[in-house]
């Protein structure tokens, strides 16, 4: 081996030279396990990491010998060359190793081969091993130095583990680039491609995923290096390595996997025409190509690519050999399998876990926590016999104070992330019950105190350091929670344990502002009585004034201007100032707004109350945007109505102060406002006619709606409304009707007394229902105008819930229902603006007619059907409008009628109001419909039908 100068060429003696120095390589790596193979009592053993680093130094040493020597020396023949290096790296078969001088003997053979073979594979030998398959100077072509490789690889993964000395190391990354050089297809170099035209990055399709297999082994034995790597910057390794750790080898849906195979299969054709052309001139199709077969795209780092079938099963077999997964999960730096649970999110189930924890051995300690709350959760977990062992696990664990705290906060938040999530969220309160050590009849039964979390976890000997993530997590829970008591568990505890710092307090009380001011279904559910203490009302207010008390501090830094539209800068006459978020300060107006009667801490109501609005009107705090400096409007119109709406009369002052004519005039149309202020807005009415009648007049757009709106409130024992009735154009005073109503006195506001209980809703009348509907579609989209629709929508909803309620109940149709659809099906049929209108409002016409498509009446279902199909009609050409459209077609296909003798009869007929008067109830429905799907509608229009179906009803009512 010390040769360094080339035999000349006539050497007769150069290639028995060569192979002989090959066999005395390998005879060496016998001879130093000779004292294992055949060991004397009398001698002491060497340490076996000794012996097996020196035939590893070997095989090294001959390998840089066959590729910087050898070659220039002996100049040896491909094939001896290749035999040369399979030998000296102990991979041919067992008859090359001793045919020569029968050495070792036949009995001590498979021990020698064994010993020799079972040595570390260093890392330079399978780097030298590429680098022969690249060298055009070697005669060791790609495929097959990238089969040997795999060979060697997989021969050192199968020698048992040794903690003392790693079997397959790598740590150079430039082995990824020396894998994929050895897959890529190169064209025949004397085929010259067009001028111009780029070949495309091409593979070899089973040698890409040889190498593949090969990089996962690397990976799996070699985690914090070539493993994290292949994790991070290899997509499809990534995917096969997620594979081997879940041990579930179905590749995942890949977004537009068919396109991207499309324009791969027309560049390899284009690829094989050109070299066609130069070559043999033959036509390339799909059915002709050779390359299509063998050839893919090679974007290694680009989107995972799916393997074949057959693939995936060589990667199974190759997982549960090697135990690729195992070495995987057993990575902590990285956590390959903490990212994967991360990765599939709170929501997705992971069966998956539960085998992997039932796999391991005694110890759980090597598993991530995560892993074993995941196995916790899972719904086959307490029939597994590992069961109570991770429990008791996972309890020591949160118990303990001499534990990790970091563990403890992983294990916490596990859980606490799972309270936010979509589903699944029963599951985490489940598991955090059975950690923080609830009994088993209690998680079962699933009763919710909150004592696990108000009482049990804050004992945990390490909850001052969880403290911080266990308020987030719960700050989000807040935000989808649905029921209520867990929701005013999670606020109590928020308000015990919350920080004093002002920006964890800023964020705590944003997300308790959008809580309260957009989940107002949640929140009535919350406080579903204003007339006793409310636990959740006294957490809201406890942070909230904190948070303002804090923010006022006069030693905190001044303010500096910003960019942001949320928030706004709050001044006081009294010197104190603060930065808010415009969101909180309506959050806690609207807390005023449930009185003190709803809550205990009457101190910190009442000074919250003094702070916003003060009984001195100079002292009224003031907002400016901190955007633009400008003033801004602290207290909008939604926020308005909804103070006038409650029992605080200091409120309800405030609301009525310096109110606009149109602001008056929407406000009074509004539902659920209690007496004693419907009387202060009616005064205050009056007021603004004496002070400017024109304006109050041109605010009125429906005179006959508003009189009929001031009777109403007159009829519920308000007063006041005179002066405005006046320029109505009613001359004589305002009267309650024949009903005995008691007139109730108006109330002095003025004064902190609590006014009398709310009266019940105001009920939709026959006169009012259409003004009503009608008003929905067409306001504007400002949001006072979107408050008062909200409002009016929900009483529209409850009426004709009430009204559908009666149907199945009485034989007469209700009255307010059957006006309600004449009037949608005479304006639908000739105004095409309210029907636009109607399809641009999804969110109040989807409700609707949910509510309406309910109708079962025969006298009045066709006339709905005729009301969807024109809706339908407008509803499909606009893309806001689908589930309008769902609706619709579902109701309009759940009725349609083939009875075709009726159809043949009615088809042309030009007479609808004869026809429909004729037909008896029980087929009314039945002929309307027909009518509806007959060609006659198409020459002769709806307004006939429309007028028909009108008249007849009206004629039965008066009947």
């Known amino acids: 081996m010390s040769q360094t100068e080339p035999l000349p060429r006539d050497c007769e003696f ?71 290096l399979h030998k000296v790296l102990l991979m041919e078969q067992l008859d090359q190793y001793y045919k020569l001088d029968n050495w070792p003997p036949e009995n001590d053979r498979m021990q020698f081969m064994r010993l020799a073979s079972e040595v570390p594979l260093q890392q330079h030998i399978l780097l030298r091993v590429m680098m022969i398959g690249l060298s055009k100077e070697h005669p060791l072509p790609p495929p097959d130095a990238l089969e040997l490789a795999d060979q060697l690889v997989k021969r050192a993964a199968n020698i048992p583990p040794n903690d003392k000395m790693p ?22 170099e004397n085929i010259d491609l067009p001028v111009g035209y780029t070949p495309p990055t091409l593979a070899i399709t089973n040698l890409y995923w040889k190498g593949w297999g090969l990089l996962l082994v690397l990976c799996a034995h070699n985690p914090n290096t070539v493993g994290e790597e292949g994790w991070d910057n290899y997509p499809t390794l990534r995917t096969l390595m997620e594979m081997c750790i879940t041990n579930h080898f179905v590749f995942p849906p890949i977004p537009d996997e068919l396109q991207r195979l499309s324009v791969e299969k027309e560049a390899i054709l284009q690829f094989e025409t050109h070299l066609a052309a130069a070559s043999t001139k033959m036509e390339i199709t799909e059915q002709s190509s050779l390359l299509l077969s063998q050839l893919m795209s090679m974007d290694v780092k680009g989107d995972a690519r799916r393997p074949s079938p057959v693939v995936l099963e060589q990667l199974m077999a190759l997982n549960t050999s090697l135990r690729l997964g195992h070495l995987l999960c057993r990575s902590r730096q990285p956590d390959f399998l903490l990212g994967i649970i991360q990765h599939q999110g709170p929501s997705q189930s992971m069966p998956w876990l539960a085998d992997l924890v039932h796999s391991s051995d005694a110890s759980l300690s090597h598993l991530p926590v995560q892993c074993l709350c995941e196995f916790l959760l899972s719904s086959t977990a307490r029939q597994q016999q590992k069961y109570q062992q991770l429990l008791s696990h996972l309890q020591s664990i949160l118990s303990e104070a001499a534990q990790d705290p970091n563990i403890v906060c992983e294990i916490l938040d596990y859980f606490l992330r799972r309270l936010s999530a979509a589903r699944n ?49 719960l700050r989000g829970a807040c935000l989808v929670e649905s029921d209520p008591i867990l929701v005013v568990s999670y606020l109590s505890f928020l308000a015990n344990h919350s920080s004093t710092d002002i920006t964890e307090m800023t964020d705590l009380v944003v997300d308790m502002a959008t809580l309260i001011v957009e989940r107002s279904t949640i929140i009535n559910a919350i406080i579903p009585s204003q007339d006793e203490p409310n636990a959740g009302l006294d957490a809201f207010l406890s942070m909230f004034h904190s948070y303002l008390v804090k923010a006022r501090e006069p030693e905190r830094e001044a303010y500096t201007w910003s960019e942001s539209q ?22 806690m107006v609207i807390i005023l707004t449930m009185g003190p009667q709803c809550v205990t801490l009457s101190a910190e109501y009442q000074q919250l109350l003094d702070i916003w609005f003060p009984l001195n009107k100079e002292n009224l705090p003031k907002a400016f945007l901190v955007d633009t400096s400008e003033e801004a409007l602290l207290i909008p119109d939604w926020l308005k109505l909804r103070m006038i709406r409650s029992r605080v009369p200091r409120l309800v002052n405030a609301a009525l102060t310096d109110l606009e004519p149109q602001q008056l005039i929407l406000f009074i149309q509004s539902f659920g406002i209690p007496v004693a202020s419907m009387s ?70 003025s004064t902190e007394v609590r006014p009398p209980d709310l009266p019940p809703p105001i009920q939709l009348t026959e006169t009012t229902v259409t003004s009503v509907v009608e008003q929905l579609f067409l306001m504007s989209e400002d949001s006072t105008d979107r408050l008062l629709s909200r409002e009016i929508f929900l009483t529209l909803q409850k009426t004709l819930s009430s009204e559908l309620s009666k149907c199945t109940k009485s034989k007469e149709t209700p009255r307010i229902l059957k006006v309600l659809v004449i009037f949608l099906m005479r304006r639908t049929s000739l105004d095409r603006n309210l029907v636009k209108a109607v399809v641009s409002r999804p969110n109040i016409a989807c409700p609707l007619f949910r509510l309406l498509t309910a109708v079962s009446r025969p006298d009045l279902l066709p006339m709905m059907l005729l009301i969807a199909r024109v809706v339908l009609a407008e509803a499909v050409r606009a893309p806001r409008a689908k589930p309008l459209v769902g609706i619709l077609k579902s109701f309009i296909q759940k009725h349609e009628n083939r009875d ?57 009512d008066n009947r």
């Open 425 to 473: 969220r029963e599951q985490a309160i489940a598991g955090l019950k059975l950690v923080l050590g609830c009994g088993e009849e209690e998680v079962e039964e699933g009763r919710e105190d909150g004592s696990w979390l108000l009482k049990q976890l804050p004992l945990l000997p390490h909850f001052p350091e969880a403290r911080h993530q266990i308020v987030q997590a």
């Open 167 to 188: 079997m397959l190391m790598v740590d150079k990354m430039e082995i990824f680039d020396l894998v994929f050089n050895l897959c890529a297809y190169h064209h025949p």
């Open 680 to 749: 202060k807005l009616l005064e205050t009415l009056d007021q603004a006619v004496i002070a400017d009648e024109m304006a109050v007049a041109e605010a009125v757009q429906d005179k006959a709606y508003m009189i009929q709106l001031v009777e109403v409130q007159h009829r519920r024992g308000a007063v006041g409304g005179q002066i405005f009735a006046r320029i109505l154009g009613v001359q004589d005073p305002i009267r309650p009707s024949d009903s005995d109503v008691t007139a109730i006195s108006p109330v002095d506001i």
């Open 14 to 84: 150069s290639q028995r030279a060569f192979s002989a120095t090959a066999d005395l390589i390998t005879l060496c790596m016998f001879l130093a396990t000779a004292t294992f193979a055949r060991p004397d009592k009398k001698d002491q053993l060497p340490t076996p990491e000794k012996m097996q680093l020196t035939v590893a130094g070997i095989q090294n040493d001959a390998v840089w010998w066959l590729q910087e020597t050898a070659i220039r020396i002996y100049r040896p023949s491909a094939t001896e060359f290749v035999h040369a």
């Open 566 to 587: 949320d928030q706004i800068l709050v001044t006081w006459p009294t010197g104190e100032q603060c930065t808010l978020f415009i969101l909180v300060v309506h959050a």
């Open 900 to 956: 075709l003798s009726l159809m043949r009869a009615t088809a042309a007929s030009e007479n609808p109001e004869k026809m429909l008067g004729e037909t008896a109830l029980s087929r009314l429905e039945a002929t309307g419909r027909v009518l509806l799907e007959s060609q006659s509608l198409r020459v002769h229009g709806t307004q006939n039908l429309v007028q028909a179906l009108s008249t007849l009803l009206q004629t039965s």
